[in-house]
């Protein structure tokens, strides 16, 4: 952990900070900071010394460390923020913990995801070095029928976090996709465990991939049309460590917000619905394949569900399965 403490105290420090100082901090060897410098500088980061004033850092790579994370979430908050270079899904090892007792507000986040999933068991393609895959430990004291709106609620979070990194507000797609520039940029996936005699929740786990600085080509062909990063909507890549810590910061919001603050919530998710006010396509459990439903997206309502006239005339509030903004035919 050395390494990531030293870097974090070079980004935070402006101009050059004395080893002498770096090893009061936290508590080491001059030798331990001279070895955690070594360590960073073979990981990409460009580290000026000069003899007398110390060291500073020039520039680093983009990368997701916990260091990198430290330099603006800070200790603290680090304590039960894991980040992994690489793992099948962080919605599983969120799990893992969440069953040995881990405590509200663990946070797992990966560089690469070798079985990322999404809705409706679908994949989410995790390249390294590209995009953010996060996943974190709530433990609600509410009702399993209340908590689906907690998908929702994160999409508000991590739009809200997008526009702090980029000063670029993101649209959502009903249920819980976010777009930018008519690209999906973002998936929610939201898994639940409840204690079956008593049917209460034993914890939720919230997992959300972002699609950062990828190119259209480091998507595979199957989702060109459809898949976008942030990068590609914005014009330059953003910094994913810094983007992380602001999703981090949103979905400690949202834990604190939960659920006083649903207008708020609900307010700013009705601003940002491209799903209203369109025709639209109803998919789910009674509509399937070629059977889907067209019709008008009238509303989005109190509870987030989606106030539907269909063709015929009959009305219904769709609460669950896909609705697909796309063109009539």
Not at 152 to 180: F, H, S
Not at 241 to 264: F, N, Q, T, V
Not at 281 to 297: N, P, Q, S
Request: include cysteine.
């Amino acid at each position: 952990m050395t390494k990531y403490e030293v870097l974090a105290i070079l980004k935070n420090t402006q101009g050059y900070v004395s080893g002498e100082k770096i090893s009061s901090l936290l508590g080491v060897s001059r030798a331990a900071v001279n070895a955690a410098v070594k360590a960073l500088r073979k990981e990409g980061c460009e580290i000026a010394s000069s003899t007398n004033r110390g060291y500073c850092l020039v520039s680093s790579p983009d990368l997701l460390t916990e260091g990198d994370l430290m330099s603006y979430l800070g200790e603290e908050r680090m304590k039960t923020v894991s980040v992994l270079q690489t793992t099948d899904s962080t919605n599983r090892r969120v799990q893992e913990l969440a069953q040995c007792g881990a405590p509200d507000g663990l946070t797992v986040i990966a560089n690469e995801q070798t079985a990322g999933r999404g809705r409706l068991g679908r994949s989410f393609h995790s390249p390294k070095d590209t995009g953010i895959y996060f996943s974190v430990l709530l433990r609600p004291t509410c009702k399993p029928t209340e908590i689906v709106q907690i998908t929702t609620w994160t999409a508000v979070a991590i739009a809200r976090a997008v526009w702090r990194a980029t000063g670029e507000q993101p649209d959502i797609k009903w249920v819980n996709d976010l777009m930018m520039g008519g690209r999906k940029i973002c998936g929610i996936l939201t898994e639940m465990s409840v204690e079956s005699e008593t049917g209460t929740i034993q914890y939720v786990v919230v997992g959300i991939g972002v699609n950062v600085n990828q190119k259209i080509d480091d998507f595979p062909e199957e989702l060109r049309e459809i898949a976008g990063s942030i990068a590609m909507a914005v014009g330059h890549p953003v910094s994913r460590s810094y983007l992380a810590a602001c999703m981090i910061e949103e979905m400690d919001h949202l834990k604190s917000a939960w659920p006083d603050k649903r207008a708020d919530y609900l307010e700013a998710y009705r601003s940002m619905c491209i799903s209203t006010g369109r025709e639209v396509w109803v998919t789910d459990a009674r509509h399937t394949g070629e059977y889907a439903l067209h019709g008008f997206c009238e509303a989005v309502c109190d509870d987030f569900s989606l106030r539907i006239r269909y063709d015929d005339g009959t009305y219904e509030n769709v609460s669950s399965g896909e609705v697909s903004v796309k063109p009539v035919g």
